[in-house]
């Protein structure tokens, strides 16, 4: 089997996401840490894997691929191993129904609820000069945005409201997927289950008042599943030196 080179952060968000499908399947890779405290994502060396300067990246065949779900797709279907997608069109579709709505909702709603949390503490030892460079060296600028919002405390009341209503939904959401059995799919472990774990994992500690034994007793029994999955176990253990937010 050839092997990937991949660019990540800590076992967390995105970079969990596909963490756990390179454990899962057994792909031989190199790990390549970008350290998001010190924006090593900006640096002009990643900026020439990843122009977006965003991780995760995958490297195979001397060809990058970004996106995290696009990138759990393409290794599932282009490595040997178990298989993370079911074989039922149906099933699969619905699969993909988790992942995009992992993608445009659930991880949206995490990641600015914690950029809220975690920004101000993260650049106040930047002087407002140190800043301003720093975030001239974000290629997206849409995240030079959220930055600037994040690191005033700015963000709008209402949103922050949404964005919490959106965590209570998803914890409905994946308490009612359960019901039909183990998995959030097809009664099968797929790349449903990866994309939620990556963001859900924290939930029960940060957001007590959304996943909680009362609440969604199944989604803390299908946490502790995916945690006892020996793949899942190996991403969770890579080097976590930071609590940075995705
Ligand atoms: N849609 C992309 C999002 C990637 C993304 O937002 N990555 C975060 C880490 S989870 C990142 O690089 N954040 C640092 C930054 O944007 O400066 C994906 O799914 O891979």
Known sequence: MDQVDLFHAEPASNSL?????????????????I??????????AFLAINPAGQVPALLHRGR?????????EYIDAVFDGPQLRPADEYDRAQMRIWTKYVDEVFRPALSFLAWHRVIPGMVASLSAEEFEAKLARIPLREKRGKWRLAASGGFA??????????????ARRIETALANGDWLVGNAFSLADIAVFAMALSMPKTYPEFANITATPRMLDWLQRMRARPGVAAALAMPNHSNLPG
């Open 17 to 33: 996401k596909v963490l756990q499908a390179i454990h899962e399947k057994g792909v031989p890779f190199t790990s390549h840490y």
């Open 35 to 44: 350290n998001l405290t010190k924006f090593e994502q900006h640096d002009p």
């Open 157 to 170: 009341a209402h949103d922050l409201e949404t964005w919490r209503f959106q965590l209570e939904d998803t």
């Open 64 to 72: 990058v691929l970004t996106e995290s779900t696009v990138i759990n």
